[in-house]
């Protein structure tokens, strides 16, 4: 697990872009601009979910 811990540190940087970037086109395309986000999650869902668990 360390080594993980490891690899995450070190490509910390990268991982955040490359979430951040995920995240606004599965949330600003459409299906056929962005046809990977059939089979990524659905982050608006999550988000409201999470709004309505803290209510």
């Given at each position: ?24 086109k599965k949330?600003?395309?459409s299906e ?24």
């Amino acid at each position: 697990m360390l080594a993980e811990y490891n690899f995450c540190k070190e490509n910390r940087d990268k991982i955040e872009k490359t979430a951040k970037n995920l995240y606004e086109k599965k949330c600003n395309s459409s299906e056929e601009e962005f046809p990977v986000g059939k089979i990524v999650i659905d982050f608006k869902k999550v988000e409201e979910a999470c709004k309505n668990y803290k209510k």
